[in-house]
Nanobody
Framework: QVQLVESGGGLVQPGGSLRLSCAAS????????MGWYRQTPGKQRELVAA???????DYADSVKGRFTISRDNVKNTVYLQMNSLKAEDTAVYYC?????????WGQGTQVTVSS
């Protein structure tokens, strides 16, 4: 049974930081490309950051320089370090794991940036 379990969301003030974690089980984590997506009500889910199986990261323009994606293939976990958070970063953040044949989603974690 494949599970992707996100954690680390919450309420933070503008300019603050959060680190999201996504723990994977039931997959060969090291061969999966992993990504973080976010979604707000009435909008499509959008890619925030992705990391290849080899560890190469890619970012949406809106988060470049503020967010960092990383992975630990021993702990089967992908992280999203979010710094200098803005109100417009408020969303439900979802973890995704993708191989050549499968794609899996976590249940999401809420991030709210507000004073």
């Amino acid at each position: 049974q494949v599970q992707l379990v996100e954690s680390g969301g919450g309420l933070v003030q503008p300019g603050g930081s959060l680190r999201l974690s996504c723990a994977a089980s039931g997959i060969i984590f090291s061969i999966y490309a992993m990504g973080w997506y976010r979604q707000t009500p009435g909008k499509q889910r959008e890619l925030v950051a992705a990391i290849s199986s080899g560890g190469t990261g890619d970012y949406a323009d809106s988060v470049k320089g503020r967010f960092t994606i990383s992975r630990d293939n021993v702990k089967n976990t992908v992280y999203l370090q979010m710094n200098s958070l803005k109100a417009e970063d408020t969303a439900v953040y979802y973890c995704n794991g993708k191989s050549a044949f499968q794609s899996h989603w976590g249940q999401g974690t809420q991030v709210t940036v507000s004073s």
